[in-house]
């Protein structure tokens, strides 16, 4: 069988790669941006058995790149899955960024002191080694994103919005679908955050009725945001039309959700605008013009 730690980086990988892809493509529309260069980072020592962790994933060391979006920042300097990264600025990993408890804190602290340096420069130095390879480093510039992080977590098979994380369990089935797919399932979350869903639901309550508009929103919003991330936006309606048959229950049927034909309807209706936005703004689906609200924003 396949290491559970290899198949936690290929998860890790697909979700971090569909999450930048929607991220960025959209930056041009939300409210916010961050910088970002496109890599998540982990921390071996985080594992329950970090010794057979570093064994599976070929780590020479702790800190270490998880996942690398495909034409990112990170990924023209060639920062590679794998790497171990030895330094941020002048700053020695092994020395500035010391094991923590609880664990996991260090690898926040180190992905604050990136986010620090990248908002004040727009760029980071950045150190690593690939395994026997030469340690390499590099300057790496920043692109604007939408401000949301991406994590595979023990949710088994559900997926959550957070207002700052898209968080998908470890279980989820989408890990199998075609990519494109699977991408519909991310932007329907991601959604939710650039919706600002759970604050408005903080302020108007948190009745079935008004959790039902905030998921026929972010089932309207997701083809937008796949469409500007360069995914088919058809395949909102195809994910729907994969599970609902089976699974008009559970994960995308509950009292706070449509029925998935009515929902596969309401996101097909969304195609037509969303062309004619994009023929008329250079390909791009600008949702903050041709997108109508329900939740009062």
Known sequence: PRSPYLELQRRDQALF????????GNAPFCRTTVPAIGLLLH????????????AALG???DIAVQA??????????????????????NRAVATAFPPADPSWTRLGALNRAMTADLTRDGAIELAWQLGDQRPAQARIHAVQACPSRFEVTGLGQRAVADG?????????????WPEDEFAAAVAHELAHNLLGHRAWLDRAGRSRANVRLTEDEADRLAPWLLANAGYDPAAAVRLLQR???????????????????????AIAAELPLIE??????????????????????
């Open 17 to 24: 790669v569909a999450g930048w892809r929607l991220v960025t």
């Open 43 to 54: 921390d071996r020592l985080t594992y329950s058995d970090p010794d057979a962790a570093g």
């Open 59 to 61: 780590l020479r060391g």
């Open 68 to 89: 690398v979006a495909a034409g990112s920042p990170a990924a023209r300097l060639n920062v590679q899955v794998g790497a171990v990264v030895t330094a941020l600025g």
């Open 164 to 176: 700052e994380r898209v968080v998908f369990g470890d279980r989820f089935p989408g890990f199998d």
């Open 243 to 265: 599970w609902g048959p089976d699974h008009d229950g559970g994960l995308l049927r509950k009292s706070t959700h449509a029925r998935w034909r009515d929902r596969a309807a």
């Open 276 to 297: 004619r936005a994009r023929a008329t703004a250079g390909g791009k689906a600008d949702w903050t013009a041709g997108f109508r609200r329900t939740t009062g924003g």
